[in-house]
């Protein structure tokens, strides 16, 4: 499973993909507009962090089908392994059809039922990325639509991968994990809250204890 960081922090970035194995960042409007950032300058220092080998996603904001267009040929140029995102409306569906004809790499958006996802994989995207969190506080079932979506690829062997997204909190994230969901993007909250246990931190605090109780400070090396 592929783990991709949803956000745009500079320092969130540097921390987890220091820390972590991470195949990706994504962005969306609003978590770009958060950092204060001129768009091509921000993308730039995501790059600078991940390198130009580590896909990059970022998203139209246009409606129209040929604004759509326009700024999706400008995301794409951005970078070496730049993803476009691009919302599943009706004529979001046929901008992912004609940036398919010209190799764009594409990640279809604001997924909220397997029906849209299934029609965005059949239009071309190689992401598809279905909202959890969302679903769940309209008293939808985000788990549910996205275990549908991973089934419904898996059984027709469709080149797109489910890349879940909209995540309030770890236990989501392992619900989906357990479905063989094909890809997560989590907020940097999310991704420490994964890594993190405060019964690791106290068995670390334990094992320090006991070693000095018998050998007094220092660490292994010191006591050959």
């Not at 091509?40 to 600078?48: F, G, N, R, S, Y």
């Not at 619900?175 to 907020?187: I, Y």
Request: glycine share 6%; aromatic share 6%.
């Amino acid at each position: 499973m592929e783990l991709i960081l949803d956000t745009a922090n500079i320092e969130d970035i540097k921390d987890l993909y220091t820390h972590l194995c991470i195949d990706g960042v994504t962005t969306n409007p609003t978590i770009a507009s958060k950092e204060g950032k001129e768009f091509e300058k921000l993308i730039k220092e995501i790059d600078e962090v991940v390198g130009e080998d580590t896909p990059i996603h970022a998203q139209v904001v246009s409606t129209k089908f040929e604004d759509m267009m326009e700024e999706a040929l400008y995301i794409s140029s951005l970078r070496k392994n730049m993803y476009v995102k691009v919302p599943v409306t009706k004529d979001g569906l046929r901008v992912i059809k004609e940036l398919k004809k010209q190799n764009i790499k594409i990640t279809a958006t604001a997924i909220f039922t397997a029906h849209q996802g299934f029609l965005a994989a059949k239009a071309g995207a190689d992401y598809v990325a279905p909202y959890v969190n969302r679903l769940d506080n309209i008293s939808g079932d985000g788990v549910g639509v996205v275990t549908d979506l991973v089934n419904i690829l898996n059984t027709y062997n469709m080149n797109t991968k489910v890349l879940a997204a909209s995540f309030k909190n770890a236990q989501q994230v392992l619900d989906l994990m357990k479905v063989g969901v094909h890809s997560v993007t989590a907020p940097a909250d999310i991704c420490k809250s994964m890594m993190n246990h405060p019964l690791t931190n106290w068995s670390v605090d334990e094992f320090i204890v006991d070693w000095s109780n018998a050998f007094g400070e220092g660490s292994t090396t010191n006591r050959k």
